[in-house]
C-alpha cells in the first residue's frame, strides 16, 4: 500500500505560478513511476505529467512547455510546478503511482484526496 498526499493548491490567477507537491509513504517509493493527473468539474481525469524512478519522463500534450514534473526518492517527494496558469488549468489535481511510467489513469495503482488549483481570469 502506498498513501500519497498532495499539498499546494489554492487560487491563484491567470499568468501565475504553481508547485504542486506530493508525499509518499508506504511501500518503497522509488518502485514506483509518480505522475499527476487533474478534472476539472464534470469532466475526465485527465493526465498531465509522470516521471520514473530513472528520470524518464511524459508530458501531455496540452499542458507541455508550462510544466515541469521532479521527484526526491530520497525524501519520497514528487512535485509538479505549473506555470503560466489559465483559467481552464483550474481542476483537482491527483497525484499518482504507477508500476509503470504510463500516461493513462488505468495504469495508476494508488491515488491521492487530490488538491484543488482554482486560476482566476
Known amino acids: 500500500q502506498v498513501q500519497l498526499v498532495e499539498s499546494g493548491g489554492g487560487l491563484v490567477q491567470a499568468g501565475d505560478s504553481l508547485r504542486l507537491s506530493c508525499a509518499a509513504a508506504?511501500?518503497?517509493?522509488?518502485?514506483?513511476?509518480m505522475g499527476w493527473f487533474r478534472q476539472a468539474p464534470g469532466g475526465e481525469r485527465r493526465f498531465v505529467a509522470a516521471?520514473?524512478?530513472?528520470?524518464?519522463?511524459v508530458y501531455a500534450d496540452s499542458v507541455k512547455g508550462r510544466v515541469t514534473i521532479s521527484r526526491d526518492n530520497a525524501k519520497n517527494t514528487v512535485a509538479v510546478q505549473r506555470d503560466s496558469l489559465k483559467p481552464e488549468d483550474t481542476a483537482v489535481y491527483y497525484c499518482?503511482?504507477?508500476?509503470?511510467?504510463?500516461?493513462?489513469?488505468?495504469?495508476?495503482?494508488?491515488w491521492g484526496q487530490g488538491t484543488q488549483v482554482t486560476v482566476s481570469s
Open positions: 499518482a503511482a504507477s508500476r509503470v511510467l504510463s500516461s493513462t489513469a488505468a495504469a495508476v495503482t494508488y
Open positions: 508506504g511501500r518503497t517509493f522509488s518502485n514506483y513511476a
Open positions: 516521471l520514473n524512478w530513472r528520470g524518464s519522463k
